[in-house]
């Protein structure tokens, strides 16, 4: 299983409160693009429309620029594939106030490409410096011993 692209700054802003793996429905030479390692997540997020879910931001450039269609766009939303329940509870997420979806990394499962998607919760101000003075005094740990 490789790693393809991962969401840094997800874990630092906000809290994961749920998990889900979905695919993703992409054209074959997206699927390239993204195995090369060329897909960005920064800034990304799940939109809920109807009974689908859509990934909205990410920026996956042509796998050969030269060659791409002339109307390809490289940040249009994405539709994921989910079952009925698990749209249900992402709808139900994205309804309650203070709660996004975002997602995680991409990553492959045999021969298809999974998104990691999480429910999650935004962090304040206090607790992300919480979380610096706590990585930092891990680190101080660390190189003493």
Same mark, same amino acid.
């Given at each position: ?17 749920g998990?889900? $793996?979905?695919?993703?429905?992409? $054209?074959?030479?997206?699927?390239? $693009?993204v ?18 879910a ?7 450039p ?18 994921l594939l ?10 139900d ?11 995680? $990394? ?35 740990i660390?190189?003493?011993?």
């Amino acid at each position: 299983m490789a790693r393809y692209a991962d969401n840094p700054k997800v874990h630092f802003d906000y809290d994961i409160l749920g998990q889900f $793996s979905a695919g993703i429905e992409l $054209s074959g030479t997206e699927v390239k $693009s993204v195995r090369a390692g060329k897909m960005n997540l920064r800034g990304t997020f799940v939109a809920v429309r109807g009974n689908e879910a859509y990934l909205v931001g990410a920026e996956i450039p042509p796998y050969q620029p030269k060659n791409a269609p002339t109307d390809y766009d490289p940040t249009r939303a994405r539709k994921l594939l989910l079952g009925k329940k698990e749209l249900l509870e992402l709808a139900d997420a994205e309804g309650t106030k203070g709660l996004t979806i975002v997602p995680l $990394s991409v990553y492959n499962k045999g021969r298809f490409l999974k998104l990691d998607i999480a429910i999650a919760r935004g962090k304040k101000k206090f607790d992300k410096r919480q979380a610096i003075k706590k990585r930092d005094v891990e680190r101080e740990i660390k190189r003493t011993l």
